[in-house]
């Protein structure tokens, strides 16, 4: 009598090795920046005159980012927001790369999470930008970091079936599988044109 074989949900095992050393090389460096803002907001607190080491000319300054009223958009200085979080990234990575395996719950809340991390630095890249006209370079490396962690977390959440797409939405997920890496380029390339764009003022005469 023939038999059937029992179908395994499919794996991505190139991408599910990757995926662990993201969360953790990017919880580490998102912990050193956010720490690192939080040593200078602590300092200007002390004394108003302080000067980050940041604060390289014009544009390129942690100061006036920091003495914002958007550096505490919840009441309590961001950095505290971004020290938590990136524990949590950091803490994930660590596990995963341990061999730990989460429930879907987990992996729907770790995305809830970098949904939220990812809209708020789109706000404070907005606000930093075109309100305040400084650029934090502390502030930019938490925002490459949260998005590609939520760029990652998103994918592998898809890929494993956590979240799932309609099927009229099946060949963007495709699209967006094969060229996962093209599209976050793209993504940082358009910030950084925004950035260029509003800054040419500046760095326009150090092209011309």
């Not at 038999?3 to 912990?31: C, E, H, S, Y």
């Not at 890249?125 to 400084?134: M, Q």
């Amino acid at each position: 009598m023939a038999t059937t074989k029992k179908q395994t949900p499919k794996r991505f095992p190139t991408f599910d090795r990757i995926l662990p050393w993201i969360l953790v090389i990017g919880g580490a460096l998102g912990i050193i920046a956010a720490g690192i803002l939080t040593y200078d907001d602590n300092q200007i607190l002390k004394n108003p005159s302080y000067i980050p080491s940041c604060n390289l000319n014009p544009v390129i300054a942690c100061g006036p980012v920091i003495a914002s009223k958007q550096a505490q958009a919840f009441g309590i200085p961001n950095p505290w927001i971004g020290l938590s979080a990136f524990a949590i990234v950091l803490a994930t990575g660590m596990a995963l790369v341990a061999g730990a395996k989460f429930k879907r719950w987990y992996w729907l809340g770790l995305e809830a999470g970098t949904i939220f991390g990812v809209v708020f630095v789109h706000w404070l890249f907005f606000e930093t930008v075109y309100r305040i006209h400084a650029l934090c370079p502390y502030c930019i490396g938490v925002w490459v970091i949260t998005i590609t962690t939520f760029w990652y977390v998103s994918l592998y959440n898809f890929r494993h079936g956590y979240l799932k797409l309609p099927t009229s939405l099946k060949p963007v997920g495709r699209f967006i599988n094969k060229h996962h890496l093209d599209i976050l380029a793209l993504w940082f390339l358009i910030i950084f044109l925004l950035i260029m764009n509003h800054f040419w003022y500046y760095y326009g005469k150090h092209f011309f």
